[in-house]
Structures are given as C-alpha cells and as structure tokens.
C-alpha cells in the first residue's frame, strides 16, 4: 500500500485489520493516511494538521507520537481499543536535519557472552528509523496476546520514501526513516513510570508500590522467549492488583532466545537485570526525597530481587549477590544518581561484576575495557542466570 503526500510512504498493513478499519472506520483511515504523509508544517498549516490527531504522546521533548481517538470501539486481536497510538510522525520540515541531542549505541554479545557496544546512532528528532519501525510491528505481531504477558496491539508500519535520516544507521548503513502504529487497549493501566510516581506521593503508596515493583521484576524474568533491551517502568504497564498480566512496550529491540547461544542468552539477561537494578536505584533516590525509604528502611532492588528470583532466595549464589549489592550500596549510595545523567544504561559499575565498560569523556566516549565472556566474569547472580538459560536451574536447588 502507497501513502502519497510531502513525505510518501509505503505502508504494510495486516489485511484483515486494514478491512476492519475500511468497514468501521474509513475518517479515522483517512486521518492516519494524512497524519503519516503530510507534514506537520507543510501545506495543510500546522493548525490543520495538528487538527487531524487528538494530541502528542509524552511529556519529554523528544517525543515522535500522537494519539487518534477511533470513531467507535472495536476489536483488534480480541481486545477492545478505543485509538490509535502513531509514532515517528513528528518530524517537520523546518526542522529535519536536527538529531535527537543523546547517542544511542548497542550493547550487544557475540555468541560467546563476549561484550561489544555496536554502533551509534543519532536520529532525526520527531521521527523513527524504519529498522525500528519494522521490528517493533513484528515483534509485537509475535507476543501481542500471551499467557503471562501482553505486547502492543500491532495495526501497521510504514517506511518513508524520503526524507532520509540525516544520518544513516552505521550498523547497516539504512538511513530511511518509519512509522509505527498501534492500538491502544480500552481501560489498560497506566505506564508504570507515572503509577510509580503516584504512589510515591500517597502517604499509604508503600505496599501498593511493593506489590508494583513485584510484578514488574517477576514478569521481566518470565517473559518467555524474548529478553528485552530496555526493561524500565516508562516500558510496561501493570495492574497493581496483578489480575491482568502486564503490557510491554517498545519491543523493537527485545532478543529472541532461540536466535542466541547459551553464554549470549546468559549475558543479554544479565545486561537485562543490571539496567533495571540501575532503575530501582532511581526509585530509590525519587522515594528518599519523600521519606519513603527512611521512613521504612525500605531498598527497592530487594523487591526487584524478590519477585526476578521468586523461587530461588534460598540459594546461595542469590543470597551472596543480594549482599553483594547491599554492600556496594551503603559504600557508595551516592553512585547511581551519579551516573544517571551519562548514558546510564551503559555505565556498569565495577562492583556489580559487570567490569567492561568505561566512559571515558563527556562526550560519552565508550570504550570496551575487555571481551571476557560473561560466564567467567564471576558477576552477582550469574551462575544463576546461566544454569537458568542451560536448563539446569531447579526451583529445588
């Protein structure tokens, strides 16, 4: 299918949610066919154009998205949704050339557990690579509907004829720029970020944040058959009662297990569970500012640590890496925050046992310190993790 306007785009969509939207929603498939090949600036006017979709996802300034609240409800993937979620839309001509102010690099692991960071990326800002666009359509296609867990609700993705990204993809040298929309469940939880902060401002948010954060590390650690590259609260929704299984979203990056080595399944888990230990190190200084952990004595990595190894507490190699962490932070609690403005998903700190990178300026410069597999790396928890992704790991251990 062609999209043609300013910015003409050839779109994939699944046929029998293409027809669903022809029978049930042909204004709404107008609006997303102009929202996607107009610009916001271009010939319609900027008033027009932001008249065609019901307002911008995020509160960051480097948002790409918009809302499109759908005529009526109607099922997708036996869901009921009530819009449209559309990113990589928001790219202008006035401002294309303009690259998002952060690096994006990869940590990536050969098929030995070996560390290597892969490329950086800048991109456009408003806009998404097409790569990405892509992987995010299938992958969500793969675990839209699961048992323990739920994906975004895929509806199509789209790859823009031109303009090009300013920059190309040095991994593979792509530099064309994509859509991705998706269908927004009727009634589902908010993202945990903003959940998390309200329950940090209610003076009883306590339990309710436990019970919260012990979805979240439970579901990270079962999310069968994938591993995901960004596990942070901004990427999942919960219910905190736990009736319905969390959503996961932004799966264009998350690892396929049955693609991956053992050592390299072992090490992209171990990268997994480290940023969200970085995470519930945030919550920690967020809670401090309230009182929450003074007033309890409460470390948020206990409950990340409880609900990821929820049937093995009692084994030794967990129980050290716990001390472990218990120690690094009553030496250092100063550390995370530290880090948290310098790519923090990749600045590991030497104590963790992950010992392999180095920022080494502030133009955050990374260097690979050395391409030990992670196996022998005798880090916190990983010879759990690596019998875990061998099959050798029982609950009787």
């Known amino acids: 299918m062609y999209f043609e306007g300013e910015r003409s785009a050839n779109v994939v969509f699944d046929q029998s ?12 498939l107008e609006r997303l066919q102009k929202i996607i090949a107009k610009y916001p600036d271009g010939s319609m006017g900027g008033d027009a ?21 759908l005529d009526r409800e109607i099922i997708i993937m036996g ?3 009530d819009e449209l979620d559309i990113g990589g839309v928001l790219f202008t001509k006035s401002n294309f050339g ?15 557990g070996r560390p290597i960071i892969n490329h950086f990326l800048r991109m456009q800002l408003g806009a998404k690579g097409s790569e990405e666009s892509r992987a995010k359509y299938v992958n969500s296609k793969d675990i839209a509907v699961h048992r323990d867990f739920r994906g975004s609700l895929p509806v199509t993705y789209a ?18 720029l994509g859509v991705f929309v998706s269908a927004h469940r009727k009634n589902a939880p908010e993202r945990a970020s903003f959940t998390i902060d309200d329950f940090l401002e209610r003076p009883d948010g306590f339990e309710d944040l436990q019970a919260l954060l012990w979805i979240f590390s439970k579901s990270l650690r079962e999310l069968d058959g994938y591993i995901p590259d960004q596990p942070h609260y901004g990427n999942v929704a919960i219910d905190p009662t736990g009736q319905e299984p ?9 690892m396929k297990r049955d693609t991956m080595t053992t050592e390299q399944a072992a090490a992209y888990r171990y990268a997994a569970l480290s940023k969200a230990l970085s995470h519930a190190f945030a919550i920690m200084d967020r809670g401090a500012q309230k009182a929450i952990e003074f ?14 190894f929820h049937d093995a507490m009692q084994n030794k190699h967990i129980q050290t890496g716990v001390r472990r962490i218990d120690d690094m932070y009553e030496d250092k609690p100063f550390l995370p925050s530290a880090n948290r403005n310098l790519l923090d998903e990749f600045i590991v700190n030497q104590d ?45 251990q």
Request: proline residues 7%.
């Open 159 to 176: 790859v823009y004829e031109n303009p090009k990204n300013p920059i190309p993809n040095p991994k593979s040298l792509d530099n064309s």
């Open 98 to 112: 303009t690259v998002y102010p952060s690096l994006t690099a990869t940590l990536d692991f050969d098929a030995m």
């Open 49 to 69: 154009w932001n008249n065609l979709h019901d307002g911008v996802i995020g509160t960051n300034p480097q948002k790409n998205a918009v809302h499109l609240k």
């Open 246 to 254: 969390p959503i996961w979203y932004d799966v264009g990056g998350w």
């Open 295 to 308: 007033v309890h004595g409460y470390k948020t990595y206990h409950t990340l640590f409880a609900g990821y």
């Open 352 to 396: 963790l046992g992950f010992g392999m990178l180095d920022l080494v300026d502030s133009q955050a410069s990374i260097l690979v310190e050395d391409v030990m597999p992670m196996h022998r790396r005798g880090a916190p928890f990983f010879s759990f993790l690596y019998d875990l992704e061998r099959g050798s790991w029982m609950a009787s």
């Open 79 to 81: 869901e009921i949704v």
């Open 17 to 28: 949610i293409y027809g669903l939207l022809i029978k049930t929603q042909p204004a709404i």
